[in-house]
């Protein structure tokens, strides 16, 4: 909105800034923050008026969360406001990229809103089938895709390899639905313990914010060997709103959490990531940058997987930070060392930008 006003007025005198994305993506980040670090006392405490006894406490999980119970869920609510609200006024208005990335976020965040309504009203850990959040999920996913290769084309990208290795055409929007799907799912299970999700997101999404931006710069692009993508760099300002709005989450999430997340957050913030990675053709990327959510979304398939074919457990608990506690680390512990795997990752993932 702030850029539709400045382009209105010649972008003259002070406007002139609005021309940067650097500008607009720092407008972004504390337009986010201040509005989560406002609204947050009075939603939450509106949480607790409405949900009473809060999220469910699986009774099988570890016992030191039975501390939690009466904790309000669906925080994520707060982060989808500031998300949104901040890219309404900074984001290029006619940008269908951002739009499609939009959507997704919302869209997820409305499947996981009715998820966690369905915990809360039920008093039960189980939520929407696991089938329908998927046929709902991919829906989703497979409209944003038609919108985002639309703009962005089907050259498959591998990292280390200079240049796309080939165009697989209607393949690559099973592929892309895949990721935005699976991006959702595997954050959805490393939100399990106080601010665990909050900090890898804003962790993988600076790092995309650098990778989206070097896209959309056709001079960086052809140096780094990187895809250039028209108008990419508008996704800068997403990353940078859904960080100011992770760090405003974050203050109200730090242990001991005032509020959770919830699959409200975790699969539309999952969501955003993968339809980002899709738009920079960096889907593999995504998987380095946030290895720590593939190593969350892989402990839960292989437990399931071996406990079905053999009746014994490969971790003590699934998702594996479960499995930690378990061993008896600190709640705390698990979360900070989390967060230390996460920001090596990150720097692992833009190190592909150069070693190509």
Not at 111 to 138: N, P, Q
Not at 204 to 211: C, K, N, P, R
Not at 331 to 351: K, N, Y
Request: glycine share 12%; hydrophobic share 55%.
């Amino acid at each position: 909105m702030f850029e539709l006003i400045a382009s209105q007025l010649d972008y003259t005198g002070p406007f002139n800034l609005f021309r940067y994305l650097s500008f607009r993506a720092g407008g972004a980040t504390a337009t986010a923050l201040i509005i989560g670090l406002l609204i947050g006392p009075r939603f939450i405490g509106w949480l607790r008026i409405k949900q009473g006894k809060g999220q469910p406490i699986r009774e099988d999980g570890p016992i030191t969360h039975m501390k939690k119970a009466g904790t309000p869920t669906m925080g994520g609510l707060m982060i989808l406001a500031s998300v949104s609200i901040s890219l309404l006024l900074w984001m290029d208005l006619s940008s269908r990229l951002v739009w499609a990335c939009l959507f997704v976020t919302l869209a997820f965040g409305l499947i996981g809103f009715m998820d966690d309504y369905d915990k809360v009203t039920k008093r039960s850990h189980r939520g929407v089938s696991g089938k329908v959040r998927l046929l709902a999920e991919f829906a989703v996913a497979g409209l944003a895709c038609w919108v985002i290769l639309g703009e962005v084309g089907t050259d498959l990208y591998l990292p280390f390899v200079n240049g796309p290795v080939g165009d697989i055409g209607y393949a690559y929007y099973i592929f892309a639905m895949l990721v935005i799907v699976g991006a959702g799912n595997a954050v959805n299970l490393t939100d399990g313990l106080d601010g665990l999700a909050t900090m890898p997101v804003i962790i993988a999404s600076v790092a995309f914010m650098m990778i989206i931006y070097l896209i959309g710069r056709e001079d960086y692009a052809n140096y780094l060997g990187i895809p250039f993508v028209e108008g990419a760099g508008e996704l800068s300002i997403v990353c940078a709103a859904i960080v100011g709005a992770g760090l405003a989450f974050l203050w109200f999430n730090a242990p001991p959490a005032a509020v959770f997340m919830g699959d409200t957050g975790s699969l539309a913030l999952g969501g955003a990531l993968g339809a980002i990675a899709v738009t920079a053709h960096h889907e593999i990327v995504l998987g380095i940058i946030g290895g720590l959510f593939v190593l969350e979304a892989a402990s839960v398939i292989i437990q399931v997987f071996f406990y079905k074919r053999t009746g014994r457990r490969v971790f003590k608990m699934a998702p594996i930070h479960h499995h930690f506690e378990q061993m008896g680390w600190s709640e705390p512990t698990v979360v900070i060392r989390f967060w230390i795997i996460s920001f090596v990752l990150a720097l692992a993932g833009l190190s592909t930008l150069k070693l190509r």
